[in-house]
């Protein structure tokens, strides 16, 4: 992807940096009180002017946005990350901290934005752009190849929670449309994601 320029905002517009109504996926980063970065797939939900996001009790994206009251979530079409970040973190070398934040974000982000998460009620998190940095803006044509890998990891999670076999089926479905209408980034991802899964 070729970098064109940073451009900082103070309370930005989730839309400008491609959060719509509805779910947007992106990866979330937080970091434990003691400063351990951590990353994981959210989906964040933006209807009627309400922007938050429902965080899954146990995780660390949890406890650490309920602990530290921020959350960034980095804009990326790296499904690669997206597979990687869903089961363990990354090492340290993935995370930087731009301009004296002491909040980890993504270096390979296209675009990110730090949250102030106020919980709410359970896992829902109510949330605040702070400050966002867009990185590139490319003009990206729909893949069902790309959205295929998302779903196929949505089932993966779902799978990892109650071991429900029709998810591996799932799976196995999507895995279909990324041979067909995927490129080579994202067979590569949804082949890294069966070898985690030990689907064959």
Not at 117 to 127: D, T
Not at 166 to 191: F, M, N, T
Request: with cysteine; aromatic share 8%; charged share 25%.
């Amino acid at each position: 992807m070729i970098r064109t320029g940073s451009e900082n905002m103070d309370n930005p517009d989730p839309a400008e940096f491609g959060i719509l109504d509805g779910i947007s996926e992106v990866i979330a980063t937080t970091r434990s009180d003691s400063g351990i970065p951590n990353a994981a797939p959210i989906g964040i939900i933006w209807n009627r002017d309400r922007l938050h996001v429902q965080l899954f009790s146990g995780s660390h994206t949890r406890q650490n946005a309920a602990r530290t009251g921020k959350i960034v979530a980095n804009i990326t079409h790296d499904l690669m990350m997206y597979v990687e970040c869903t089961f363990e973190d990354p090492g340290p070398e993935a995370f930087e901290y731009p301009g004296g934040m002491d909040y980890p974000v993504l270096k390979r982000a296209s675009a990110w934005i730090l949250f102030e998460c106020n919980q709410s009620k359970g896992n829902m998190f109510e949330l605040t752009p702070i400050r966002g940095v867009i990185h590139d803006k490319p003009m990206l044509c729909i893949n069902r190849g790309k959205n295929a890998v998302i779903e196929a990891l949505v089932h993966a999670t779902r799978y990892r929670l109650n071991g429900d076999a029709q998810y591996l089926d799932l799976i196995r479905h999507y895995d279909r449309i990324v041979q067909r209408c995927g490129g080579d980034r994202e067979k590569e991802a949804i082949a890294r994601l069966k070898e985690i899964m030990e689907i064959r």
